[in-house]
């Protein structure tokens, strides 16, 4: 079993920043690849962004694009998310995940962590 945790959500105004990490513990990870989600209340879990093992490969939703930059701790168990000119449309509660073929695609997790709240103020 994996076990993630999250950190560092909190409360910005708009065009604040806000670093997000995550822990993997539990069993070997083996190469797997490391992504965040997030949800937004009312609405599904929309995915956000996206790490391969090797962290050379990184993928983003459109929206995000050029304000948030994931990368990966040397450890390879450890992802963070640094959001920058955060908008209140980015308030949802971000989830961290892990799985061996992971992408764009929720299903492709094998596990999830427990999410921390991002708010951000108009």
């Known amino acids: 079993q994996v076990q993630l945790v999250e950190s560092g959500g909190g409360l910005v105004p708009a065009g604040g920043s806000l670093r997000l990490s995550c822990v993997a513990s539990?069993?070997?990870?083996?190469?797997?690849?490391m992504g965040w989600f997030r949800q937004a209340p009312g609405n599904e879990r929309e995915f956000v962004a996206h790490?391969?093992?090797?962290?050379?490969?990184?993928y983003y939703e459109d929206s995000v694009k050029g304000r948030f930059t994931i990368t990966r701790g040397n450890a390879k168990n450890t992802v963070y998310l640094q959001m920058n000119n955060l908008k209140p449309e980015d308030t949802a509660i971000y989830y961290c995940a892990v799985g061996l073929y992971s992408g764009s695609q929720a299903s492709t997790y094998d596990y999830w962590g427990q999410g921390t709240q991002v708010t951000v103020s108009s």
């Open positions: 790490i391969t093992w090797s962290g050379d490969t990184t």
């Open positions: 539990g069993r070997a990870l083996g190469t797997v690849g």
